[in-house]
């Protein structure tokens, strides 16, 4: 039982963690907004655009917590991302272009943030590997990812590699020798 002087938090009670959720999407969104903005239209525009794009990823990252809170789902639930993205659309287009810019909004923020979400969702396996691999680091060496192609070689692979280059050279040599 809770004490009458102990006060408890969402973070506490639902799970929300306020930097993961909000904070970091919305300051990723202000610098791909600036980076958009700059490379379109100049150093003039960037940061109209990268105040515009943390304002809709702030909105749309607040609203889609407070949706998950609200209906009491788990963090990948894509209906909760659609409900914000229609929300947040619908206020933010009614305020920039009336009533038909509420519609056109709501359909495109929610599109494009459970989109977002969708994908987030679906690579965060990758992103949770390369973030442990930075532990790997420190014991002597960074693991790329297997998909990658690019793969560091231990010596054995390498020797193999260096193999096959030297013959593959022969190679070479023996059919120019043949053709002069």
Not at 56 to 76: K, N
Request: glycine share 14%.
């Amino acid at each position: 039982m809770e004490s009458a002087g102990e006060i408890k938090t969402l973070e506490e009670e639902e799970g929300i963690n306020w930097r993961t959720g909000i904070l970091y999407p919305t300051l990723l969104g202000g610098f791909m907004g600036g980076g958009i903005g700059w490379k379109v239209y100049g150093r003039e525009l960037m940061s109209t655009y990268a105040t515009n794009l943390a304002i809709v990823t702030g909105c749309y990252c607040g609203a889609r917590e407070f949706v998950r809170v609200s209906r009491h789902s788990g963090p990948d639930n894509l209906v909760d991302s659609a409900i914000a993205g229609f929300g947040t659309g619908a206020i933010l287009g009614r305020l920039q272009g009336g009533p038909a810019g509420a519609i056109r909004y709501s359909i495109g923020i929610a599109i494009v943030g459970t989109g977002v979400d969708f994908a987030a969702i679906k690579l965060r396996h990758v992103f949770k590997n390369m973030y442990e691999s930075g532990d790997e680091k420190k014991k002597g060496g960074f693991k790329w990812p297997e998909w990658l192609p690019i793969q560091v070689l231990d010596e054995e692979a390498l020797a193999a590699k260096r193999a096959r280059e030297e013959a593959l050279r022969a190679r070479i040599r023996d059919l120019t020798k043949e053709e002069s």
